[in-house]
């Protein structure tokens, strides 16, 4: 192996001293050894092109790039690296696509005809669609290459709360999690002491399981019959004070059948997965300062707002788009390859030459409703009132999830994610006029919150991501991540390319979106430079 690996070497290293840097990654390619479609989006694998890889007298070619979305801007950016000449056309008036940050003075004109203006005040914003990063996600990476300034956002906080309707009370979190935690340990720690997991447990083991349980659930230890009774882990009325002040805890837990019965433990499960897991992340000053990074490397001037793709069509020896612009006029632009960063759904009733096969395709993937809505009060009455620092509150109301800002600790104002909700709950607060909306969100939220969710208002913006013009969703689902329609539209269809988050598996994720771009840019590169 050592022999071949060093036989590989050495001809690559002539390769490269005689045809020069493009003959090299044409030639790795052919060996496997260059990123590959699996590999290109994988952070360890990717290799930005360079200008230096094209040798014989070939040069970087035009793109032209469907959408400035994150998968759009990355695309241009990272082939901005090796000098292609890169025009990227946006539907809209503004870039960053799902990535947007709305402030005071945003307006945005839903189908229907309805425009909300916000009307936040200065300084305040809502990140209406990408919120947070984990810290396993590539788009720190570029958050640190870009000069993007980053701090904590609090994805779990065990003093927000679980509203379940049908108690009508609020239950912190912690409240919640020690319940489930203890009765679940409490019943294994019963079944392995008499027995009912020999089959699968030793003798020591399960005196280790039985040590582990008892600290997990903070329940009671053999002489006390394994059971759970409450504690500490169920949080405070009162907080402990000095001297003999030991606080007022919330008392002894529900039954166990109260608590299974309540299916409360399905809410606080969320941060188990992989892509949720605390710590997480987000950009000083919102999302949206991602998106103004990747513009001012790229330059606003390669960005042509108000441009909505008509045709898209392989000539062959190069491709041609032709465009809608903001002055209602037809457009055509050339270029010898193309990347369509837009969503399926959009591409799919777009017209285009790259087969029946890429049509149908494109219809596979589904659009999904998604709705958001920021709420800005006055005075920051969560954490005075309810000392709760950022985080998240669970509920089974059609609000889905509650977010309490991640920023501006102990500042005056402040902006509460009033709904982040899908499918039939979005659909049905999207038939609404956006102050209907604001209404009935607030009405459901004071519920949870008390008379101050209604009294300290100041103003509201509610998004529904599948009424925005041009992009009419939050995100798409697959079947599945795989299958003949998603391996077609992950290559490329002549000189045609697709980019996005929902052809990779981090789906509705701006990690995604890069990935996905940066394949699509390894593949164009190796044909450009192999050619």
């Known amino acids: 192996m050592a022999d071949s690996y060093g036989s590989r070497r050495s001809f690559l290293r002539s390769v490269g001293a005689l045809g020069g840097a493009g003959a090299l990654w044409a030639t790795m390619g052919a060996l496997g050894l260059a990123p590959d479609a699996r590999a290109a989006g994988s952070p360890s694998a990717y290799v930005p092109p360079r200008a230096g890889d094209f040798t014989g007298g070939r040069r970087p070619a035009r793109v032209v790039i469907l959408g400035a979305g994150v998968a759009g801007l990355t695309t241009a950016y990272e082939l901005g690296k090796a000098g292609y000449d890169c025009r990227i056309l946006e539907a809209k008036s503004r870039p960053g696509g799902r990535n947007w940050t709305v402030r005071g003075g945003t307006r945005e004109r839903e189908s229907g005809g309805v425009t ?32 993007v300034a980053i701090e904590p956002f609090a994805n779990k906080n065990a003093d927000a709360y679980v509203y379940l ?57 053999r002489e006390d019959g394994w059971a759970y009774r409450g504690g500490t882990r169920r949080g405070y009325r009162t907080p402990p004070g000095a001297a003999g002040d030991t606080g007022e805890r919330y008392g002894a837990p529900p039954s166990l059948e109260d608590v299974f019965a309540r299916a409360s433990g399905r809410y606080i499960s969320f941060e188990f997965d992989y892509d949720q897991a605390m710590m997480m992340f987000q950009p000083v000053g919102g999302m949206d300062r991602i998106v103004r990074a990747f513009v001012d490397r790229i330059g606003e001037r390669r960005i042509t707002y108000g441009a909505v793709a008509g045709e898209i069509r392989d000539r062959g020896t190069g491709v041609e788009v032709r465009y809608k612009g903001a002055d209602g006029r ?50 920051r009455w969560w954490e005075e009132d ?31 994610v009033g709904y982040y909700h899908y499918r039939d709950d979005a659909v049905a607060f999207g038939q609404l006029p956006p102050a209907e909306r604001i209404r009935r969100a607030v009405a459901l939220g004071e519920r949870i919150h008390g008379p101050a969710y209604r009294r300290e208002l100041d103003s509201g913006f509610a998004v529904a991501w599948h009424r925005i013009e041009h992009i009419e969703a939050g995100w798409i689902e697959w079947p599945e991540n795989s299958g003949a329609a998603y391996e077609l539209l992950n290559q490329p269809s002549g000189r045609v390319y697709l980019a996005g988050d929902w052809l990779t598996q981090y789906i509705g994720w701006q990690a995604g979106a890069i990935s996905s771009a940066r394949r699509a840019v390894s593949l164009l590169h190796a044909r450009a430079v192999g050619a």
């Open 165 to 221: 309707d049908k108690i009508g009370t609020p239950l912190r979190h912690r409240t919640v999690q020690a319940d489930t935690y203890g009765y679940v340990s409490e019943l294994l720690a019963k079944a392995a002491d008499r027995g009912a997991l020999d089959k699968e447990l030793s003798a020591e083991d399960r005196e280790r399981l039985l040590t582990f349980v008892e600290d997990f659930g903070q329940i009671g230890g």
């Open 330 to 379: 037809e457009h055509v632009e050339r270029a010898d390859f193309c990347v369509a960063a837009l969503p399926p759904h959009v591409l799919a009733r777009t017209a285009h030459n790259l087969g029946a096969g890429v049509g149908s395709a494109l219809r596979v993937p589904r659009p999904l409703a998604v709705g958001k809505l920021g709420l800005e009060y006055r005075r």
């Open 386 to 416: 309810h000392r709760i620092y950022g985080g998240i509150t669970e509920t089974d109301l059609p609000l889905t999830h509650v977010w309490y800002p991640s920023h501006g600790f102990h500042s005056e104002r402040g902006i509460v």
């Open 116 to 147: 909300q203006r916000a009307r936040f005040a200065s300084g305040q914003y809502l990140n209406a669609g990408p919120a947070r990063i984990a810290q396993h996600m590539i788009t720190l990476d570029y958050c640190r290459e870009l000069g």
